[in-house]
């Protein structure tokens, strides 16, 4: 696969901000109904945006013992698991082993060993968008900042403070939720993105 021409020029402040989803687009799965609402969804859909939350560490030597959150997304929704949340493995694991259901997202290296080390789940037909999108512009792994602002023109905010909070935790705020949900579905959009500015030249 090709990359995109994609570079840090294509990041600009007065981008306007990426959107991302409405938290009534978001479900963190809790209970038998929110499970099975979210298998049917998951199991219908080809592609999927994917990533992985853990609680950080500060101590040296201290050792992850995430990932505590999997971010699974369709085209229009986004499922958050916890991993403290047994229920939900059985389905985590089928469909990300799937190896007919290809998973998108950024810098699945480190989910890939955490999952293994968690719970192992050894994930199949993962697609890094992070190296797709190198090119000769842009020679280093592309992070999704420089993706969004590249695609759509616009400016993906993430918060410092909100990405190193605790994902272990039992109850999760709303920044949490937001920001947990469009690393997952922003990697799924730019996916088809991607792919719609490859078909011409295909």
Same mark, same amino acid.
Request: overall charge positive; proline content about 5%; charged content about 25%.
């Given at each position: ?76 929704? @986004? ?56 090119? @000769? ?58 792919? @719609?500015?490859?078909?011409?030249? @295909?």
């Amino acid at each position: 696969m090709s990359g995109a021409r994609v570079s840090r020029a294509d990041l600009a402040e007065d981008l306007p901000p990426y959107p991302g989803l409405d938290l009534d687009r978001i479900t963190l799965v809790e209970g038998e109904a929110a499970l099975a609402a979210a298998a049917e969804a998951l199991r219908a859909a080809p592609v999927i945006g994917f990533d992985s939350e853990s609680k950080p560490t500060f101590r040296k030597g201290e050792e992850s013992t995430g990932p505590h959150l999997i971010q699974l997304a369709t085209d229009d929704h @986004a499922w958050l698991f916890q991993v403290a949340n047994a229920a939900a493995h059985p389905l985590l694991r089928e469909i990300l082993e799937a190896p007919d259901r290809l998973k998108v997202g950024f810098g699945l290296g480190n989910d890939r060993s955490a999952l293994k080390r968690r719970l192992d789940i050894v994930p199949q037909n993962l697609l890094d968008l992070g190296e797709t999108l190198r090119s @000769a512009e842009h020679r280093g792994t592309v992070g999704a900042k420089v993706a969004v602002a590249h695609f759509f023109g616009q400016r993906l905010l993430k918060s410092k403070k909100t990405g190193t909070s605790n994902w272990a935790a039992r109850r999760l705020d709303e920044r949490q939720l937001r920001y947990a949900a469009n690393d997952a579905h922003v990697a799924l959009r730019l996916y088809h993105a991607w792919l @719609a500015r490859r078909a011409p030249a @295909a």
